[in-house]
């Protein structure tokens, strides 16, 4: 079973890989880098306005505490077909399951650890605290979380594979204990916690079936949640989309008129509308970029996050120009490629200046008085939106029909 996992663990750190590749594309890594600079810049601003004692502070790092440790579930690589291939093995699953842990375990430490090293500044300007032994809670915590997905994986009914008592009740408890007693207490309940599932978890063997039906299920979730993520950035064809009428956006593409020179206009125009997964993926990208922008204030950081939003959002517009070109029909339209690409750029030309003017509203309320900051976004968002539509995506487009 270990060879199994291996094997799995391959393939899946192979396709991780693929995908990784596409999103940190030169472009967007560009653009990060920008953003981390700024937030580093604006955290340290934030920094030096604190002081110790500040109330809000342990609340705030336990909500931010108790997010982290939502990050990472326990993977196991199931597959739909293995409840019948692997039924015959089922005592040996325990196994299998354990290679999961290790390998869950090894990522869950280091979301943790970076978290808590980014956190680190904040809590010593604002609180006494015992990093180290917060660090171990923190550490213990996920060791739990993950040991009860382990139980989860097998047919046994108890408390400690329940989600809401181990992933959100045991981590406000401990963390409240650390934040208001002492460090030290907070540690030792998350270690009572531990050696508890650990304890439980030790029954489990090859007597015990697997609920196979909730641990694909499981794995299945796990992995939407991280193909969705790459589906922000990049196509990612396990991510599916279906098609909604959405009658209430008549009104929009109902002003295209029926004449033969805007058939492409058309279909990108409904195309884009009716398709949930890109117009999903437009207004999710839309709304984070608008919620970052409304509480994010000062001289640069507002501009380079709105025209990375922008960016982003137009670039992963572009590929739906190759959305019709599987429909026979098209080819034999009497309407050039010409035609085709000004239609298209039309349609993110709109779409992005709908984003472009809620991002300059958002820093307009966020940076009210700042007038340096508000005239710079438009004048920035207005040559990006000009450079990205007229050359930007022009050149795409062309290399792409080169190496077709």
Request: proline share 2%.
């Amino acid at each position: 079973m270990n060879s199994l996992f291996k094997n799995r663990l391959s393939s899946h750190l192979t396709e991780m890989l693929k995908y990784l590749r596409l999103v940190f594309n030169d472009y967007f890594v560009l653009a990060l880098m920008f953003m981390i600079g700024g937030l580093g810049y604006y955290y340290s601003g934030v920094l030096k306005s604190l002081h110790q004692g500040t109330w809000w502070a342990a609340l705030l790092m336990i909500v931010i505490f108790t997010a982290s440790l939502q990050l990472g579930r326990l993977a196991t690589l199931l597959e739909d077909p293995d409840y019948v291939f692997w039924l015959p093995k089922e005592s040996e699953m325990h196994r299998y399951f354990k290679s999961g842990f290790n390998y869950s375990l090894v990522i869950a430490i280091v979301v943790q650890v970076v978290v808590w090293f980014i956190s680190m500044p904040f809590m010593v300007r604002t609180m006494h605290v015992q990093m180290i032994f917060l660090l171990i809670s923190l550490i213990l915590l996920k060791i739990t979380w993950l040991l009860s997905d382990y139980v989860r994986k097998f047919k046994i009914k108890t408390w400690l594979a329940n989600r809401t008592i181990i992933r959100f009740c045991l981590p406000i408890i401990t963390l409240v204990a650390s934040f208001y007693i002492n460090s030290i207490v907070g540690m030792i309940i998350s270690i009572i916690f531990l050696l508890t599932l650990m304890w439980y978890a030790r029954k489990l063997s090859g007597n015990v079936p697997v609920d196979w039906r909730d641990a694909i299920d499981d794995e299945n979730s796990r992995m939407h949640t991280i193909y969705s993520f790459f589906n922000l950035f990049t196509d990612v064809k396990e991510i599916g989309g279906s098609v909604k009428r959405r009658r209430y956006l008549d009104w929009l593409v109902n002003r295209i008129k029926p004449k033969a020179e805007n058939t492409y206009l058309y279909l990108y125009a409904h195309g884009i509308i009716r398709d949930t997964e890109m117009s999903g993926l437009f207004v999710r990208l839309t709304v984070i970029g608008l919620v970052l922008l409304l509480f994010v204030s000062g001289t640069w950081l507002p501009i380079i996050l709105a025209v990375l939003f922008i960016y982003l959002i137009g670039f992963q517009l572009v590929p739906f120009y190759y959305h019709f070109d599987d429909n026979a029909f098209v080819h034999i339209y009497p309407i050039d490629q010409k035609n085709q690409l000004r239609s298209f750029q039309i349609v993110i030309r709109d779409m992005l200046m709908v984003t472009a003017i809620l991002f300059a509203i958002a820093v307009a309320i966020a940076n009210w008085g700042n007038w340096t900051t508000i005239g710079s976004v438009i004048i920035v968002e207005v040559i990006e939106l000009i450079g990205f539509i007229y050359w930007y995506v022009p050149s795409r487009l062309r290399r792409a029909a080169i190496k077709r």
